[in-house]
C-alpha cells in the first residue's frame, strides 16, 4: 500500500534533548513538508523541500533541523533550541508533476517534552 | 498579511445539512483545500476549489468566491463519522514555495453531530 509512515506515535523526551521525528514516503512525491499542530492553532509549516538535498525554512523554523538525503524519507530534528517542543508533528508530501498537487499527511508524532 | 478565518466550532443534527464557512485574505491565489481531521488523526484531503463555483463529491460540496475571498464546504445526509475537524487551506504561490506555493491553514472547524 503506497503511503506515508510516521515513527513512533507518540515520542516522550526530557528537556534539553534533541529527539528525531522519522517520516518516509512510497508515493515517489517529490515534495515533503513538517508541520506543527497545537490545540486552537491551525497547521503551521515548519520546513519543506521539492528536491533530494534541497529544503525551505517554513513560518517557525527555528529550533528544528531537517535532511532530505533520500527521495522517501525527509527526518525532522527537534532541537533543545526549541522553546516550546510539546505538539503534535504531521508529516505530509505532494506530487510535483500534475494533478492539484494535494498534500497526503502521515499519521503524525505526538511528542511531550518534559 | 495572511489571514484564514472558520468558525471555531458547530454543532447539528444527524441527518441535518450544515455549510461551514471560510473567509481568506491571502497575497496570492492558486486554490483553496478542504480537509477533514479527526482527533489525533492525519488530515484527509476532501475537496479542491480553483474556479469560482460549486464542486460537488457525493455528500461534500465545496464553494468558492475568489471575488470575495469566501468558500464553504456543505455537508448534506450528516453521520456521525462526520464529527471530526474541517480545514480550509489557501495555497499562496508567493514566497519561495515553488510554483505550485505552500498551504495556509486556518485553525478548523470542529463539527458536532448529536442523535
Known amino acids: 500500500d503506497g503511503g506515508i509512515t510516521q515513527s513512533p506515535k507518540y515520542l516522550f523526551r526530557k528537556e534539553g534533548q534533541n529527539v528525531t521525528l522519522s517520516c518516509e514516503q512510497n508515493l515517489n512525491h517529490d515534495a515533503m513538508y513538517w508541520y506543527r499542530q497545537d490545540p486552537g492553532q491551525g497547521l503551521r509549516l515548519i520546513y519543506y523541500s521539492q528536491i533530494v538535498n534541497d529544503f525551505q525554512k517554513g513560518d517557525i523554523a527555528e529550533g528544528y533541523s531537517v535532511s532530505r538525503e533520500k527521495k522517501e524519507s525527509f527526518p525532522l530534528t527537534v532541537t533543545s533550541a526549541q522553546k516550546n517542543p510539546t505538539a503534535f508533528y504531521l508529516c505530509a508530501s505532494s506530487s510535483l508533476s500534475g494533478g492539484i498537487y494535494e498534500q497526503y499527511f502521515g499519521p503524525g508524532t505526538r511528542l511531550t517534552v518534559t | 498579511g495572511q489571514n484564514i478565518d472558520q468558525p471555531t466550532e458547530m454543532t447539528a443534527t444527524e441527518g441535518a445539512i450544515v455549510q461551514i464557512n471560510c473567509t481568506y485574505q491571502t497575497s496570492g491565489f492558486n486554490g483553496l483545500f478542504w480537509y477533514q481531521q479527526h482527533a489525533g488523526e492525519a488530515p484527509t484531503f476532501l475537496s479542491y476549489?480553483?474556479?469560482?463555483g460549486l464542486e460537488e463529491k457525493g455528500r461534500f460540496s465545496s464553494f468558492l468566491s475568489r471575488s470575495k475571498g469566501y468558500s464553504y464546504l456543505l455537508l448534506k445526509e450528516l453521520q456521525m463519522k462526520d464529527s471530526a475537524s474541517y480545514l480550509c487551506?489557501?495555497?499562496?504561490?508567493?514566497?519561495?514555495?515553488?510554483?505550485?506555493?505552500?498551504?495556509?491553514f486556518g485553525k478548523g472547524t470542529k463539527l458536532s453531530v448529536k442523535p
Open positions: 476549489n480553483v474556479l469560482d
Open positions: 487551506a489557501v495555497r499562496d504561490p508567493g514566497g519561495d514555495g515553488g510554483s505550485q506555493g505552500n498551504l495556509i
